[in-house]
C-alpha cells in the first residue's frame, strides 16, 4: 500500500466528491459502478461526469476496471482516504496534515492538526490490506450480497473502535481522548510517550507489572476484554503511567471464548516483563476473579455498532484462522504427493534394473538415455513456447524407437543412473500438458482503460454485420 499523498486535496472541486460520493453510494450494490450510474447519482450538469472521472482515475482516486458483464469503476483506497478527509475536515476537526507516526497489520496512523494548532492523531484503518484478499470471493459476509466489500468492514471497524474509545475514556480509564471519526478515519488525542515495546529500561519493573494486571482485570469487571493487550498495544506515558490503545477486537467477558481470550492477554504480559526486564512474578488474574460491575460491553452496542456490523466484523476474523487451515493442508498433501512420486520412481528403477542382464556395451544404452534426456528437456522448452501438439507426437515417435532399440538387447546395469521406463516419461509429459492448459484457462488477463471497452465494442459490432450479411443477400 502506497504512502498517502494528501497534496491533491486542497486542488479537488465539489464536482470532483460528487463524483466520488456518487462512486461510493454505487458500491453498495454493484461490484463495479458503470458510468451512466455515475453520471445518474453524481447530477453534473452539462454532462461533465467523463472528464471528472478521467482525471480522478489520473490521480489514483478511482480505479477502471473490466468486469465480466460491464465495464465500471471502483474506489480506491486513497479516495476513500480523500472522502473521509474531507468531511473532517468541513466539520473543522483538522486543519493541517503531518507525518506518518505508526503501520499496523490492519491501520495507519499520522498526526494532524486542528484550527487551534493542537497536535491530533488520525488512524486510518485498512482492514484486509496484507492478507485475506481472496477470502471475500469464497464466502458470503452480508448475506444477500456476492462480495464482501474491505472499505465497509474497515468503516465499521473504525465505528467500533471509537465506540469503545468514547466508553472508556468516559468511565476514566487511561485511554487517548477521541475526538471525531468518519468512515474509517478516527480523531484522537495524540499521546505523548513511548510504545512499551521500545521500553528496554524501567526503575520499578514490579510495579508497571501490576498496573498492566490491574488495568487488564478493571476492564473485564467493566464487561469487556482487550483481546490483543500485549506490548504493542500499550504506550508509556510521560508520567510513567500506562496508555491503553488499539481497541477493534475487543470482545464481552459474556463471550463463548472470553476465558481464552483473557488467559491469552494474562500471558503475553507475563511472557514480556520475563523476557525484556527479567522479572517474574508468582501472582496473575484469572478469569474466575473477574467481578463485573458494569455492562459496558451491552452499551456499546447500542451506541453507534449495530448488531448486524458486529456480525459482519466478526465472521470476518473467525474465518481467517480456518483460511490459514486451509492451507496448511493444501501444502501437507503437497508434501504426501510428492513423496508418493518418490516412491513411484524408485519402484520403476528396481523393476528396471531387475528385468537387465548381460547383452551389448552399456556405453550404447546410455548414448540412448542422453538423448532421450535431451529430446525430454527440448519439449519441454517447446511447451513453454506453445507448440503442444507438434513436441507431443516428436516426442512419442522418439520414445517408441527408443524403446524398440532398447528392447533389442539386454543389459547388467552397473551404472549409478536411475533408468525410467518410456511410458512413465510419456505419462509425465501428459501430465505437464494437462497442467499447463489449467494454467492457461485459469489465467485470466485483465484489460484495463476506457480504450479496450470500445475496442471490443467495436470488434463485436463488426462480428454482427458479418453474421448479418448472408440475412440481407450481402456478399
Not at 507525518?99 to 492538526?113: A, C, D, F, M
Not at 448475506?143 to 464482501?148: E, I, M, Y
Request: hydrophobic share 35%; proline share 2%; with cysteine.
Amino acid at each position: 500500500m502506497g504512502k498517502l499523498d494528501v497534496t491533491v486535496l486542497r486542488y479537488l472541486t465539489k464536482e470532483d466528491f460528487r463524483v466520488l460520493t456518487a462512486v461510493e453510494m454505487g458500491l453498495k450494490n454493484h461490484e463495479l459502478v458503470p458510468q451512466s450510474l455515475v453520471a445518474t447519482i453524481a447530477g453534473l450538469r452539462h454532462g461533465g461526469t467523463h472528464k471528472v472521472l478521467r482525471e480522478l482515475c489520473k490521480n489514483r482516486l478511482l480505479c477502471y476496471e473490466r468486469g465480466k458483464h460491464y465495464d465500471g469503476y471502483r474506489l480506491t483506497n486513497s479516495g476513500y482516504d480523500y472522502l473521509g478527509l474531507q468531511t473532517l475536515v468541513a466539520r473543522g476537526v483538522i486543519a493541517g496534515f503531518g507525518n506518518q507516526i505508526g503501520t499496523g497489520k490492519e491501520s495507519n496512523v499520522y498526526t494532524v492538526g486542528n484550527e487551534e494548532g493542537e497536535a491530533l492523531c488520525l488512524k486510518l484503518h485498512r482492514l484486509g490490506r496484507t492478507c485475506f484478499r481472496n477470502l471475500k470471493e469464497k464466502r458470503d459476509y452480508h448475506k444477500h450480497r456476492h462480495k464482501a466489500s474491505w472499505l465497509y468492514l474497515s468503516r465499521i471497524s473504525a465505528t467500533k473502535e471509537f465506540a469503545y474509545l468514547t466508553a472508556l475514556h468516559n468511565r476514566g480509564f487511561k485511554v487517548p481522548r477521541p475526538v471525531d471519526f468518519n468512515r474509517h478515519c478516527v480523531i484522537m488525542e495524540l499521546v505523548k510517550g513511548t510504545p512499551l515495546c521500545q521500553v528496554y529500561r524501567v526503575d520499578d519493573p514490579a510495579s508497571l507489572y501490576d498496573e498492566a494486571m490491574n488495568l487488564l482485570v478493571n476492564l473485564a469487571n467493566h464487561g469487556v476484554i482487550h483481546g490483543d493487550f500485549n506490548e504493542f498495544n500499550i504506550i508509556l506515558g510521560e508520567d510513567n503511567h500506562l496508555v491503553l490503545i488499539d481497541f477493534p477486537q475487543m470482545v464481552s467477558t459474556s463471550h463463548a471464548n472470553a476465558e481464552m481470550y483473557f488467559d491469552r492477554d494474562v500471558q503475553c504480559i507475563i511472557d514480556f516483563f520475563k523476557r525484556r526486564f527479567t522479572y517474574e512474578s508468582e501472582l496473575f488474574p484469572t478469569f474466575a476473579d473477574i467481578e463485573r460491575e458494569d455492562s459496558m460491553d451491552v452499551e456499546i452496542a447500542a451506541s453507534g455498532f449495530t448488531k448486524e456490523m458486529n456480525e459482519d466484523l466478526d465472521e470476518v476474523i473467525h474465518t481467517k484462522k480456518d483460511e490459514s487451515d486451509n492451507e496448511d493442508d493444501d501444502d501437507t498433501d503437497t508434501e504426501e504427493a510428492s513423496e508418493e512420486e518418490q516412491e513411484e520412481e524408485k519402484d520403476v528403477a528396481n523393476k528396471n534394473a531387475g528385468n537387465t542382464a548381460s547383452g551389448e556395451p552399456e556405453e550404447k544404452v546410455h548414448e540412448e538415455l542422453e538423448g532421450l534426456q535431451e529430446e525430454f528437456s527440448t519439449a519441454l522448452a517447446e511447451l513453454k513456447l506453445g507448440d503442444e501438439s507438434a513436441t507431443e507426437k516428436r516426442l512419442s515417435n522418439r520414445l517408441d524407437s527408443c524403446s524398440e532399440s532398447v528392447s533389442g538387447f539386454s543389459m547388467v546395469s552397473r551404472s549409478t543412473v536411475a533408468t525410467i521406463a518410456p511410458e512413465v516419461i510419456r505419462d509425465r509429459v501428459k501430465k505437464s500438458f494437462q497442467r499447463s492448459d489449467k494454467m492457461h484457462t485459469k489465467r485470466r488477463i485483465q484489460a484495463k482503460g476506457e480504450a479496450s471497452a470500445t475496442t471490443r465494442q467495436r470488434r463485436e459490432n463488426r462480428d454482427n454485420i458479418k453474421q448479418t450479411q448472408g440475412i440481407w443477400g450481402w456478399e
